[in-house]
């Protein structure tokens, strides 16, 4: 993409997700509750391990990709065709911040009014769109400057200068991996290992096991190739977020009315509203399945496994987090309509 492309895919994608990001940040302010905690309404007392579990392993391959990432592209055209850029923009458009979308009343539920984590949130689309500036200016300019794209600011680093400009440098780098990587990549992932097993992890185990098994994901590999990146890592996992989040939105807004019952969220009791059926809403299970199934063929295809399949199932799979969205949403309302 041409520099003006990629702010434009970045700002747009924070545009489109501050609504679903307000919407699911609700329940975290006015009732004070994690994503983990919210899961159980949809899900099932014992169901919401499965969402909270897939979404925990997306935070932790994130933990390892940022902390790996440099920046990417001001004086360098775009490579794209008209019909290229937007099959990228898609699939480009999902994977900013559909993680933290999900998992966003993890931090919403310390903000004391509704107004402020709107305010808060719309604020930082801003922010987002001006520090994508800054990456795509600094590390196009590298370009200019030493001939080839330096996107790693490390190895940027190197190049550029002495001894008290690598240390602020350093300084500035730490400084954004604990303020923002930590912070929205770690969070979650150790909610959800609290949720999992109150008894064998504490928050700040569940942080050190966290930033353990983000090496597990190798993000220097999916990093080798916009290929492995976007469209097996990015694509890939939108899939499943997009069914888990429609699914909590449909179940919190449709089904109960933004009501829920704070003593029932917190009981395993087979009397308790959020029991179901040993713990799990086969509405929800069966919702995620449905929104899943239809990516998998173009997934397969995307990581060899399956030789190439219609052209249905690759637009489906290109458009993963909107397909499965809309599809486990709808049906999960009508299910939960019929057995709720």
Same mark, same amino acid.
């Given at each position: 993409?041409a520099?003006w492309?990629?702010i434009?895919?970045?700002?747009?994608a924070?545009i489109i997700? $501050? !609504?679903?990001? !307000?919407?699911?940040?609700?329940?975290?302010t006015k009732?004070?509750?994690?994503?983990? *905690?919210?899961a159980?309404?949809?899900?099932?007392? @014992?169901?919401?391990?499965?969402?909270?579990?897939?979404s925990?392993?997306?935070?932790?391959? =994130?933990y390892?990709?940022?902390?790996?990432?440099?920046?990417?592209?001001?004086?360098?055209?775009?490579?794209?065709?008209?019909?290229e %850029?937007?099959?990228?923009f898609?699939?480009?458009?999902?994977a900013? =911040?559909?993680t933290?979308?999900?998992?966003i009343?993890d931090?919403?539920r310390?903000?004391?009014?509704?107004?402020d984590?709107?305010i808060?949130?719309?604020?930082l689309?801003?922010?987002?769109g001006?520090?994508t500036f800054?990456?795509?200016?600094?590390t196009s300019?590298?370009?200019?400057?030493?001939?080839h794209?330096?996107?790693?600011?490390?190895?940027?680093?190197?190049?550029?200068?002495? %001894?008290?400009?690598?240390? $602020?440098?350093? $300084?500035?780098?730490?400084?954004a991996?604990?303020?923002?990587?930590?912070?929205?990549? *770690?969070?979650?992932?150790?909610?959800?290992?609290?949720?999992?097993?109150?008894?064998?992890?504490?928050? @700040?185990r569940?942080a *050190?096991?966290?930033?353990?098994?983000?090496?597990?994901f190798?993000p +220097?590999?999916?990093?080798?190739?916009?290929?492995?990146?976007i469209?097996t +890592?990015?694509?890939?996992?939108?899939?499943? $977020?997009?069914?888990?989040?429609?699914? *909590?939105?449909?179940?919190?807004?449709?089904? @109960?009315?933004?009501?829920?019952?704070?003593?029932?969220?917190y009981?395993?009791?087979?009397?308790g509203?959020?029991?179901?059926?040993?713990?799990f809403?086969?509405?929800?299970? !069966?919702?995620? !399945?449905?929104g899943?199934?239809?990516v998998?063929?173009? %997934?397969?295809?995307?990581?060899?496994?399956?030789?190439?399949?219609?052209?249905?199932?690759?637009?489906?799979?290109?458009n993963?987090?909107?397909?499965? %969205?809309?599809s486990?949403?709808?049906l999960?309302?009508?299910?939960a309509?019929?057995?709720?």
């Open positions: 993409m520099w492309q990629g434009d895919t970045v700002v747009a924070n997700l $501050l !609504v679903p990001l !307000v919407l699911t940040g609700h329940p975290g009732y004070g509750i994690s994503f983990p *905690v919210l159980r309404s949809s899900f099932g007392i @014992r169901g919401a391990h499965v969402p909270t579990s897939l925990a392993l997306v935070g932790c391959g =994130w390892g990709i940022e902390s790996w990432i440099g920046g990417h592209m001001l004086t360098i055209s775009s490579r794209l065709s008209t019909s %850029f937007w099959s990228l898609f699939p480009s458009l999902t900013n =911040w559909a933290i979308a999900l998992n009343p931090f919403t310390f903000a004391k009014t509704q107004k984590q709107i808060g949130q719309a604020c689309r801003i922010f987002m001006a520090f800054v990456g795509l200016a600094v300019s590298t370009q200019v400057i030493f001939g794209v330096i996107s790693n600011p490390i190895q940027l680093l190197g190049q550029i200068g002495g %001894f008290t400009t690598i240390v $602020l440098a350093i $300084l500035g780098i730490s400084l991996t604990m303020t923002t990587n930590i912070a929205a990549n *770690v969070v979650p992932p150790a909610n959800a290992l609290v949720n999992l097993s109150p008894s064998n992890f504490t928050f @700040r569940g *050190v096991f966290t930033a353990l098994l983000c090496i597990a190798q +220097w590999r999916l990093l080798k190739s916009s290929e492995s990146f469209y +890592w990015l694509v890939g996992y939108s899939a499943l $977020l997009g069914s888990i989040f429609s699914i *909590v939105l449909a179940d919190y807004y449709l089904i @109960r009315q933004a009501k829920l019952s704070l003593e029932d969220l009981s395993s009791s087979p009397d509203a959020y029991y179901y059926s040993g713990g809403n086969l509405a929800a299970m !069966v919702a995620l !399945v449905i899943i199934l239809p998998i063929p173009g %997934f397969l295809q995307k990581v060899g496994i399956l030789s190439p399949v219609s052209d249905a199932f690759v637009v489906i799979y290109n993963a987090w909107f397909f499965s %969205f809309f486990a949403g709808l999960y309302w009508i299910l309509s019929l057995t709720i």
